[in-house]
């Protein structure tokens, strides 16, 4: 264990006194279990850990850890891959309690606590046939990921999870309870949409829902790629059907590996291939036609697709990335998937240091392209891809080569033409300080300064993708 600057016990007591949640030290036996984060490879030690109940808790938190000038870091799902939901010596805001649904069926409306995941909200909506714009991983936090943008397997219809956003509730680091929404302060909002964790701590988020499911189509489909020739024929099939797709077709290409699931033979685990997903947002049959071509591009290596729960989609990323694995996640956004683009991914595949590795294109536009990009603070409304480098491993000793692997394929992929000058907050890139915000936030990061200099002059919360104040 790294050294803690342990609190005082007294100072402990204090805060035990002012906050309905528990209040988690290293002496503690729960320590261990509520520092861990979904990646693995992270292993930080907080001098408490405020598992709030309340907003009144978050206000309390935040105000200790300003008396005793501890760094905050702020705990939706923990599932951010820098594992900036903790910090060394500081204090976490853990909101997992938070974990309220909301649903006003008739209005259309959620509205959720900040601990939610998003299991917890489309097990609820899904009951009514009705669906949120949210990140496309069932155990992913809901807090954070709305923050970033939140890409989801609709967005192509039904925009990115802040363009569903209403309403939220925060904490201010002065503990102010403030809403933020169109019409309340709506310069804050419009930072909340993608800039979002720098401005205080958001108790409950209030979404649009739209109607979906429960059933909806899904292509899941792998085709062998035993080289990079191969690779780049099924990626250019891949950019010929998504050029025609409508916006109901949302779609992703990964070139990857067999995973290593127990209902595959155990002799194709680890062999490559291309794999599509693709959902569709509307009528079952119509959709299963929809999405047939990318069932055609020759003899599958496996062909998983069936109507399935709309929940069920969002769990596929819980197989493929269990809690606890090794992880380094980065991306670029790319105009088109041109010749060079895609001989660059089909290389980084043949270079891969271990089999659970893929780069993948997620296609975009659609409702997504239809917003200005400074209408909310997610600055890369006309980029047509992200292109997602997901580097998993689980063996320490493998850190180094997957590292590199990451680092060098994330460099080589912004050599290409058809990239764009940013990354996505979810999964960042491999640079530091005002480089880092300006790929995060784009020409929206001058705006966001100016919020930040009103919101967090003293810049309290900088355990995330960091806005510098601007004064
Ligand atoms: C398996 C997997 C799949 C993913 N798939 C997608 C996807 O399909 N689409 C997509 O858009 N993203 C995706 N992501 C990325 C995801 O959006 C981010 O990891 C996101 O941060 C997860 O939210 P969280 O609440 O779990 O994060 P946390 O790690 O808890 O928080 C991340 C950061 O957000 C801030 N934060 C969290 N909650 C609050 C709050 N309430 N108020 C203020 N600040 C807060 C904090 O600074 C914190 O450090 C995926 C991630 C994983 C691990």
Redesign the pocket.
Known sequence: MSAITPLDSSTVSDLRTAVAGDVITPDDESYHTARA???GRIDRFPAAIVQVTSTDDVAEAIRFAREQELQI?????????????IVDDGLVVD?SNLTTVDLDAEARTVRVG?GCRVSDILSVTQEHGLAIAC???A???????T???????VRRKHG??VDGLHSVE?VTVDGDVLTASETENPELFWGLRGG??NF????SYEFDCFELGPEVAVAQVAYPAPDAETTSDIFRRYREFVADAPDEVTSMALRTFVPPFPFVPQEFHGAPIVMFFGVYAGDVAEGETALAPLREMGEPAMDLSAPMPFLAVHEI??E??PSGNR?S?HSLYASELSDDLIGRIAAAGESAPGHEVAVTAWHLGGAVSDVAADETAYAWRDAEFLVSIDTTWRDPAADEAHLVWSESTWRDLRESAATLEGF?P??PGFVSGEERSQMAYGDNLARLAELKTEYDPENL?R??LNVTPAR
């Open positions: 984060l979904w990646n870091a702020v705990r939706g799902g923990g599932h951010h891959v820098t594992g900036s939901a909101l900040a990140g496309s991983a155990h992913n936090g809901v807090a954070g990921s923050l970033g943008g939140a890409i989801g397997w990115l999870g925060l979002g964790a205080g701590v958001v108790t990323a819980n493929m990335f992880y996640w996505y979810g999964f919360l355990s995330n």
